[in-house]
């Protein structure tokens, strides 16, 4: 056994969260791609059984009420809360990201003083929020300004509606500082939306402490709720009673049994709820939050960085010179949950190493990208990896330039 | 058995669609609620577990390609074409209906000729496609204009951008005349947009023979998908190419795996897409529509027919006089699949009945609403059902006017 394999075990022994794994469908892969989709709770198949045979096909319609079915947006909204620092009471599950950044960037807009033309969106951005954002500044009457996350200081100004942000890079892993930026939001009189699909579950938020307006985030990732599992909206408390969406749903309603043709809002994060909501993928995220029952999202921080701290090291002492360099960064004040390597040939390089039980993912045309999910990654994921990975480079030589 | 259970029993003998009643999972109670919710295909749980147990346990992110996940939603949308009278390439599942009203009626707009200004909806409607046209034109520039949709003819004119109507009326029952308001929606150069929740399933619609040029609805009804599964949208090819949508999220780019800052569209169906499609509850509606295979909705309709018939003619021979009033039109032409009662006293009436093992719904303040679904409802379910009405309303007085 290798000093760094020794390592490995030794931290693995020392590691509370270590436990956790057995809650999850896992095998001998190294399942890296946790940041794309979480691994399946072992649980979670005999719960949705129980809602598919008992409470769809035995209760059918009276499960709206008799099961919970209604409330199950809100409610689950509560669940995920304490995991991204925000009291009861302010998030509302339903709807994919895009639909709640759509939600988020134009009620943004009207929670603005008026007369404030320009949204600031991170112009590193997942696409998705990039298009959504052009679309909500298109129907609102704003222009979009593209801007790197760290420029925003400079860029916010009396023009400035709202900033759509990252928390996390989804291709670098770069985390960004959203007390710092939101309070140079705030200090421009402006609204501060943030995405949180890369760091809600990995690290601690702050939504509360840190005075964000509105977030939104996924929760097939880190929160491993399942393929597509419905995201959800945060809104904060001072903001509910002007929140203002643009997808006013029924369900969204004061009273929407009422069927008025009138539209009044109902209080609260419910307010942010668009149409029925999708009850099957609803209760299995629903489920699936139950591993997160007594962990705290400071010891997932420590071990998050532990992790991705042990896995460059294990890189550096095993791949070959120069074929794979790190993006990202190497503070700890600045890194999510996961590594970013750059790497000329990384397609045919992740092909192999998913081949060899290592799985990560790509994104074009050079990133390799490996996640670390803390409640089911271990140290000896880690160094595996890095030696699967180093083999794989030495035996394909690196591509002519 | 007195003669109308006879004239059930023969006519259930006689009904070719009665084998498909044991594709699903159904017990003693008569559920007239599948308008609603409807009932569990059998073979749903089973699905629904290999997608939970392998293709997310065990494949997990590989599933995306491996399973079909990715494609899903326009895979899905193909299924559901035949049923609603669209050839394939034209329908994609994804999102809530509200959420596609949105789509449906931002885009109808955009292609409708320029300078107009108003958009007609059914004043009828269900309350979330009024609430979400009205988001949708105070974002586009444009003003609502309630109308019946009998007086859909006389209020188009040259300021008529888009008309969204509902092809049957959620509380009466009423089936609208789709081909005859097409034709004068087109007749006005402006947009045609469909509202299928209550009609799909359950008779013709004829989307493309009658030129329809937009049509959104959910699945959760007369198609059994399960609790809140995904809506659709369709788009006539024709409009394909135009189709501006405003939720341009990143699975309905050209690319989407390309992760480009600029938005370019995918072509076809795929076009209206959005975010991540939420894979469980997208695979049980799959699965759930496989009860459609080799079924013909024209004989779906004629039985519907013969059950609404058959249960208002029941009614009028057991219920005591005057207790309820049918809303729902005694025109084969103008009625969709459900019967509705006016019942004064409809809340404690339909409380009753579904104590006794009938389950409708109510529409407050006075209606009792009676689904058929032609799958899996017979004329022996109709006559109970009418009796136990008749036995309830027996049983308690009318309230005082």
């Known amino acids: 056994m290798s ?9 693995d022994t020392e590691d509370g ?17 946790g940041n ?14 129980e809602v598919l045979t008992r409470e769809w096909g035995e209760l059918r319609i009276r499960s709206w009420d008799e099961s919970g079915w209604w409330t199950a947006p809100e409610r689950i909204g509560d669940r995920i809360a304490p995991v991204v620092g925000a009291a009861a009471g302010q998030i509302v599950v339903g709807d994919s990201t895009s639909v709640n950044v759509f939600k988020a960037v134009v009620a943004a807009t009207r929670l603005a003083p008026e007369g404030r033309d320009e949204i600031l969106v991170d112009a590193s951005t997942f696409p998705t929020d990039g298009y959504i ?71 601690p938020v702050g939504l509360d402490a840190h005075g964000v307006d509105l977030a939104v985030g996924c929760t097939y990732k880190y929160l491993n709720g399942g393929p597509g599992s ?12 002007a929140f203002d969406s643009p997808l006013p749903g029924w369900t969204s309603h004061a009273d929407p049994f009422a069927m008025t043709p009138g539209y009044a809002p109902a209080d609260g994060a419910v307010r942010g709820r668009v149409g029925t909501p999708d009850i099957l993928s609803m209760l299995a995220l629903e489920a699936s939050l139950d591993v997160w029952d007594g962990v705290g999202i400071d010891a997932v921080r420590a071990k998050s960085l532990a992790l991705t ?25 600045e890194r999510g949950s996961q590594v970013a390597l750059r790497c000329e040939d990384a397609e045919p390089v992740m092909a192999a190493l998913i081949a060899r039980g290592v799985v990560g993912d ?3 045309p050079d990133v390799l990208r490996f996640g670390f999910t803390p409640l089911y990654v271990g140290f000896a994921d880690a160094e595996r990896a890095a030696r699967v990975l180093a083999d794989v480079l030495t035996g394909s030589a690196a591509p002519a330039a």
């Open 230 to 241: 419905p995201a959800y909206l945060y809104v904060a408390a001072r903001h509910q009673a």
């Open 309 to 333: 701290d042990f896995f460059l090291e294990c890189v550096a002492a095993y791949a070959p010179e120069g074929r794979v360099t790190s993006v990202t960064p190497a503070a700890h004040a």
């Open 3 to 11: 000093d760094l394999q020794e390592r490995a075990k030794a931290l």
């Open 362 to 364: 790509l994104r074009r």
């Open 17 to 33: 969260l270590a436990p956790l794994r057995k809650l999850f469908t896992l095998d001998d892969t190294v399942y890296l791609d």
């Open 133 to 203: 954002a052009e679309s909500a500044a298109r129907m609102t009457g704003h222009r979009i300004v593209p801007v790197a996350p760290a420029d925003v200081p400079g860029a916010l100004g009396p023009r400035s509606a709202a900033v759509l942000l990252n928390h996390v890079d989804y291709r670098s892993g770069r985390l960004h500082d959203l007390p710092g930026l939101t309070a140079a939001v705030h200090a421009a009189g402006a609204v501060a939306v943030w995405d949180l699909c890369h760091s809600a579950g990995a690290l």
């Open 36 to 49: 794309s989709l979480g691994a399946l709770p072992r649980h979670v198949p005999a719960r949705l059984q």
